[in-house]
């Protein structure tokens, strides 16, 4: 826990109406605003065009939301991302969407963890070539739409029996629900793993 957050009044994290509100509010939008790092995402202001608004903001002057978007920026990293949901979230653990679609980053790293209700996570149009990252969403139990198409390891030999392997907890990748004979294919040999169809 940093220093500022000891300040914080503390929130009733079951209080049912903020739940409400966090599950209704709308997404907290940054998307297409030139960003290339995190680091001062607090001092960017929101976008209100598409989602018609604004996040109210609680009693800790941070927004009420359950859903932030990064989408088509310059990203090549994604450090400070949790750094940044703390700062701009009043209830961080209630995150279930975060899209960070069309930026330039390779590496998932291990920044979606912390959040165990996610469950809806757009990462495609990314340059992620080595399937083996996409193993570091597995805690990610709540995790039920996935997006990865635009990386390069979506050009693998069975890609999404890959991912699958991987994340048997999702039921949509890349906007396509996966079906039941998707589910009953046999793991896919992990051989092909480094190798990208060009």
């Known amino acids: 826990m940093n220093d500022s957050s000891r300040n914080v009044p503390k929130l009733l994290h079951t209080d049912p109406k903020l739940l409400q509100d966090i599950k209704l509010g709308k997404p907290l939008d940054y998307s297409s605003k030139g960003l290339r790092t995190l ?3 607090i001092n960017e202001t929101p976008l209100s065009v598409r989602v018609h608004g604004v996040p109210d903001r609680g009693i800790n002057k941070k927004f009420i939301c359950g859903a932030i978007w990064l989408n088509n920026n310059y990203l090549t990293s994604l450090q400070g991302l949790n750094k940044s949901i703390e700062e701009l979230l009043e209830l961080p653990a209630y995150l279930t969407w975060i899209d960070v679609s069309h930026n330039e980053f390779k590496n998932i790293g291990q920044d979606f ?7 809806i996570l757009y990462m ?4 992620v070539n080595d399937i083996q ?3 570091k969403l597995k805690p990610l139990s709540k995790l039920r739409t996935l997006t990865l198409h635009g990386n390069p390891i979506s050009r ?4 999404r ?3 699958l392997f991987y994340l048997p907890q999702i039921k949509s990748l890349d906007f396509s629900l996966i079906t039941r004979q ?3 294919v046999a793991p896919p040999i992990l051989c092909t793993v480094n190798k990208i169809i060009n």
Do not use: F, M, P
């Not at 495609?124 to 340059?127: E, M």
């Not at 693998?156 to 890609?159: G, M, N, P, R, S």
């Open 39 to 41: 680091n001062n995402l």
């Open 156 to 159: 693998l030999t069975k890609y």
């Open 161 to 163: 029996n890959l991912v």
């Open 124 to 127: 495609h149009g990314n340059q």
């Open 113 to 119: 963890l912390q959040y165990k209700n996610l469950s």
């Open 182 to 184: 998707e589910r009953n």
């Open 133 to 135: 990252e996409v193993l």
